[in-house]
Structures are given as structure tokens and as C-alpha cells.
């Protein structure tokens, strides 16, 4: 049961525009969640949260739109740079719960 | 300067061997986390350990094992009950141990079945 679902293994944006990232979860209970971008032969890093108790954090280029009532939150990078091609990973945790679940990821390409 | 070591980087198994993947930090940190990491799939949690020798099942522990005898060391083995152990496994530590604080990931190590 994949309880975190990026359902887009892949995405494609031009240098200069926005990319959008998506994942959809189906558990209620989480209440806190990540973005992890992770590059060839490297571990992840992570890169921005956002709490339960906000619909939109913020962090230079980068900001994560959590719609509660949807189970749906977005990663949006503008603009869009050739450094940003990596996978993108986002997970969803349970404080207190010590659980916290990955999505599949999804590989971003940035083209000039 | 600070991380976390993983090694080796690549690691080849034979039937029926135990392997082990070593895992260091010098973060200082109290909690380490083992993840195997499969094509088209998300991280899934080996084993945690949020203090020195004592550790926690993760969502797939089976033929696994790992030891934390010292704060730095999180070594995970690979045993001979792993009957599909080709994955790429991350090691990655935290300050506190609760699961919603950010991870730090090694670079981790690609294990393959001869």
C-alpha cells in the first residue's frame, strides 16, 4: 500500500520556467512533510517542509503548497535552473508515530 | 568537515554470504536510519536506532541485522535469509531521532547478487 504516490516518474522543463512537482498521499494522520532532491551516485539532501498547521512554506526559488482536504502538496521552483535536474523525493510523516514514508520520486530534467 | 560516510560504494554479494555495509558519522548525531532504495519505488526504513545499543525494526527488516555500539557507527548486514538483496541502501542520521526533523544522507552503496 503506497501511502505517498508520485505519480509522475518524470518531468521535463525549460531553463527560466516553473517546475512543478506533485505527490498525493492518502493517510490523514500526516502531519508533517519534506522534500528530499537527490542527484546521481549521492544520498538525498533535503531541501524544504512544511507543517500540517500551514498551506505554504517558502524558501527562495523553492515553496511547498500542502492542500489538506485534497492529500495533495506541490513543490514549485522558479525559475527553473540546469542544476536543478535531479529526483525529488516527498515524504510524509506521523509525529509521534515515529513513521515517515517516501514517495517513489520523480526525476526532473531542466533543458536550456 | 561533517557527514556521513558510507562504504563501500559498490558491493557484490555471492549466495548465501553475509555482507556488511559500514556507516559513519560525525554529526554528533543521537539517531541513525537504514533505507534500501528500489528502482521506481520510495525509500523504505531497514532499521533506526535513536541511541547507542539499542535499535528499532523498520518496515522491512527481514534479513537484516545491524549493531549500534558506538554513537558514530551504524553497520547494517546483509544475511542469507535477504533472499532479493540487490539495492541501492542509505544510511542517514538525525539529531534527535523524532521523524519529522530532516535527514542527512550518506552517499550510499550500490549491493549486487553474483
Known amino acids: 500500500d503506497q501511502q505517498v504516490k508520485q505519480n509522475s516518474p518524470s518531468l521535463s522543463v525549460q531553463e527560466g520556467r516553473i517546475s512543478i512537482l506533485n505527490c498525493d498521499y492518502t493517510?490523514?494522520?500526516?502531519?508533517?512533510f519534506l522534500w528530499y532532491k537527490k542527484y546521481p551516485a549521492e544520498g538525498p539532501t533535503f531541501l524544504i517542509s512544511?507543517?500540517?498547521?500551514?498551506d505554504k512554506n517558502e524558501d527562495g526559488r523553492f515553496t511547498v503548497f500542502l492542500n489538506k482536504s485534497a492529500k495533495h502538496l506541490s513543490l514549485h521552483i522558479v525559475p527553473s535552473q540546469p542544476g536543478d535536474s535531479a529526483v525529488y523525493f516527498c515524504?510524509?510523516?506521523?509525529?509521534?508515530?515515529?513513521?515517515?514514508?517516501f514517495g517513489q520520486g520523480t526525476r526532473l530534467t531542466i533543458n536550456p | 568537515d561533517g557527514g556521513i560516510t558510507q562504504s563501500p560504494k559498490y558491493l557484490f554479494r555471492k549466495e548465501g554470504q553475509n555482507v556488511t555495509l559500514s556507516c559513519e558519522q560525525n554529526?554528533?548525531?543521537?539517531?541513525m536510519y537504514w533505507y534500501r532504495q528500489d528502482p521506481g519505488q520510495g525509500l523504505r526504513l531497514i532499521y533506526y536506532?535513536?541511541?547507542?545499543?539499542?535499535?528499532q525494526k523498520g518496515d522491512i527488516a527481514e534479513g537484516y541485522s545491524v549493531s549500534r555500539e558506538k554513537k558514530e557507527s551504524f553497520p547494517l548486514t546483509v544475511t542469507s535469509a535477504q533472499k532479493n538483496p540487490t539495492a541501492f541502501y542509505l544510511c542517514?542520521?538525525?539529531?534527535?531521532?523524532?521523524?519529522?526533523?530532516?535527514?542527512?544522507f550518506g552517499s550510499g552503496t550500490q549491493l549486487s547478487v553474483l
Open positions: 515524504a510524509a510523516s506521523i509525529q509521534g508515530a515515529q513513521k515517515l514514508v
Open positions: 554529526l554528533n548525531h543521537d539517531a
Open positions: 493517510n490523514s494522520m500526516f502531519d508533517y
Open positions: 542517514a542520521s538525525s539529531n534527535l531521532g523524532l521523524f519529522n526533523e530532516k535527514l542527512f
Open positions: 536506532s535513536q541511541i547507542v545499543n539499542d535499535f
Open positions: 512544511i507543517s500540517s498547521i500551514k
